[in-house]
């Protein structure tokens, strides 16, 4: 072995490092967020935001794109993004909307960028290398415009652009000539929301509509066995239910036929909300789907990115899986691993939250930002110390020594300085693991770290036994050290919890899109997923609920049977799953 190789690995191991070659990620993903550049959004302090996104597999890497950031992002294995810088908006272009829910396509060995306006000067963009930041306009001013806008090239060589973003009016599709990227015809309307039949589609943190009508968006088309998927984002971005629903058509501009439920859907959890999104294949031809997730805490734009497995069944239905969304995911070269029991998320690791509303103890705590807040699974919801000093640091009891496979440090922003895209940001911090809280041992040292991790995920290189978690901040990007979620994830060491014995789906006799759900409460558990489907073997879409027995749900297609079951969750694993039920 060479030396330079011999000092590496000592030098590693001296750091208190025990980092793995990773394997995994875990949601909200690990990007460096913009920060809004908007002054009017920031009036309740200033907060990362981005939403929207769009990844393309281009020769092989990933690129991802999302609102308002100032460039994009690139990776050859979606588990390290690289930020690359770029500009977008040209001298005459007005306005804070830098490539807002950006349209992004493919054309041979071409890759097209293009964001929403209102007008007809907006340019769109062309590269061959974007990997190298290497950009020419293809059309100075793109004069059909489009908010939301979408491109899909088909296999004859068509290209298509689709836009809408209203709540009064529908998505939209036109083809677009290749040459000239003139539109072909006018754009045709491909799609309404139907929202007094599929309750997912009413405006509301509770489906309700009672503010606002549904809002419809960010259209994409994904071509599967000669049939056009149409995804598009409902009912508002604001709210927990913010979804992708599809539509099947055999054309591009169809005619649709939507699915009833939700494409990509996540109640509940700490990372909630799973729509406008954008789906790809990966190189080695599994489906995912990006979507925005919400969290609206100092802006209702306030928003984070999540990757979540997706595919076809063998009746070609469409399905997105975001249980244990927020939990560790294999990435795409090792998802679906041998040694891994089959799941109902295919890119689950099968690792627990181990530290639910444990014991915490921090440094110190600004105003009613309390400790509590740390582990209570609520991203909304955040600790606060009153500085940013290397004195600050939170302590997590796990209860008993249990086997620790990876960390998630979502960072808060309390007090933070900036407005947009930040390059020179950086998070440093140490952890510390510990049987008896007494003696520690230093088990990541990232001290020394010089990139923006504002949802930071360390998977292990082994696990480590340990009851006792330990985090030291050493230096924030912005503003005082505050969390929204130190979360530890592992395998318990007791049993798995037992099945929920009693469970009932009520589905009022007034709308069929409602239902009040409810069964009985597991001892050993601190959560359950609710699955639920209108066909017993699709129960593809997942409520996840805390500490309750007992959920409100106004989802449903009111002209269809439905069919649901239970499993309940702890730090040891999933129990069996409750028989299937029929609810008509």
Not at 125 to 130: I, K, L, Q, V
Not at 388 to 401: H, K, P, R, T, V
Request: charged share 20%; aromatic share 16%.
């Amino acid at each position: 072995m060479k030396l330079y190789s011999i000092l590496f690995i000592i030098i590693l191991l001296g750091s208190g490092g025990l980092l793995a070659q990773q394997k995994t990620y875990c949601n909200p993903i690990n990007i460096d967020y913009g920060f809004t550049p908007i002054p009017n959004f920031s009036e309740w302090g200033k907060h990362r935001a981005t939403a929207d996104p769009v990844i393309v597999n281009f020769k092989g890497d990933y690129y991802l794109f999302s609102t308002n950031q100032w460039g994009y992002w690139h990776s050859n294995d979606m588990l390290k993004w690289n930020f690359i810088s770029k500009k977008f908006l040209r001298p005459w272009n007005k306005g804070y909307d830098e490539l807002c829910a950006p349209a992004v396509g493919v054309i041979g060995d071409t890759m097209i960028v293009f964001g929403s306006t209102y007008t007809n000067n907006f340019t769109l963009w062309m590269s061959t290398n974007p990997k190298a930041n290497e950009w020419k306009p293809l059309v100075d001013s793109f004069e059909i415009g489009g908010w939301d806008p979408a491109f899909f090239t088909d296999d004859d060589g068509k290209l298509y652009m689709y836009n809408g973003s209203s709540n009064v009016f529908p998505l939209y599709g036109i083809e677009l000539d290749r040459k000239t990227f003139k539109p072909i015809g006018t754009r045709k309307e491909i799609y309404h929301l139907k929202s007094w039949r599929y309750g997912w589609q009413r405006f509301g943190e509770h489906m309700d509509n009672t503010f606002l009508d549904a809002f419809m968006e960010g259209a994409w088309i994904t071509k599967y066995k000669n049939k056009y998927y149409l995804q598009y984002g409902a009912p508002g971005t604001e709210f927990s239910g913010y979804a992708d629903g599809v539509a099947i058509g055999n054309s591009p501009l169809g005619h649709f036929e939507e699915q009833s439920d939700p494409l990509s859907m996540k109640l509940g959890g700490f990372a909630r909300g799973a729509g406008h999104g954008a789906s790809f294949q990966d190189n080695s031809g599994k489906y995912w789907h990006v979507s925005t997730i919400m969290l609206s805490v100092k802006n209702n734009f306030e928003r984070r990115i999540g990757i979540w497995p997706t595919g076809f069944d063998a009746d070609d239905m469409m399905w997105t899986s975001t249980a244990f969304g927020d939990y560790p995911h294999y990435s795409p070269k090792y998802r679906e691993m041998d040694q891994v029991p089959l799941q109902s998320n295919p890119a689950f690791t099968g690792w627990m939250l181990l530290n639910y509303r444990k014991p915490v103890r921090v440094s110190s705590t600004l105003g009613g930002y309390s400790a509590n807040n740390i582990n209570d699974e609520q991203m909304k919801t955040y600790w606060s110390a009153v500085s940013a000093n290397q004195s600050e640091w939170l302590q997590s009891d796990l209860g008993s020594i249990v086997k620790v496979n990876a960390i998630q440090i979502n960072y808060a922003d309390q007090d933070a300085t900036f407005l947009g895209k930040q390059t020179n940001l950086y998070h440093q911090y140490k952890i510390f693991a510990s049987d008896d809280g007494v003696k520690w041992n230093l088990i990541i040292d990232k001290s020394s770290n010089k990139t923006d991790i504002p949802h930071e995920y360390v998977e292990l290189e082994k696990p480590i036994l340990t009851r006792f978690l330990r985090m030291e901040n050493v230096h924030m990007a912005s503003g005082k050290f505050a969390i929204s979620g130190f979360r530890v994830f592992g395998i318990g060491n007791g049993p798995k919890p037992p099945p929920v014995n009693q469970f009932m789906v009520l589905r009022t006799e007034k709308d069929k899109r409602s239902a009040w759900i409810k069964w009985s409460p597991v001892d050993d558990a601190y959560g359950y997923n609710i699955y639920y489907g209108t066909s017993p073997d699709k129960l593809y879409n997942c409520i996840t609920v805390h500490d309750i027995n007992e959920y409100w749900f106004n989802g449903m297609d009111l002209k269809k049977p439905y069919y649901y079951t239970i499993e309940a969750i702890s730090e040891n694993g999933q129990s069996d799953k409750f028989k299937i039920l029929k609810v008509e």
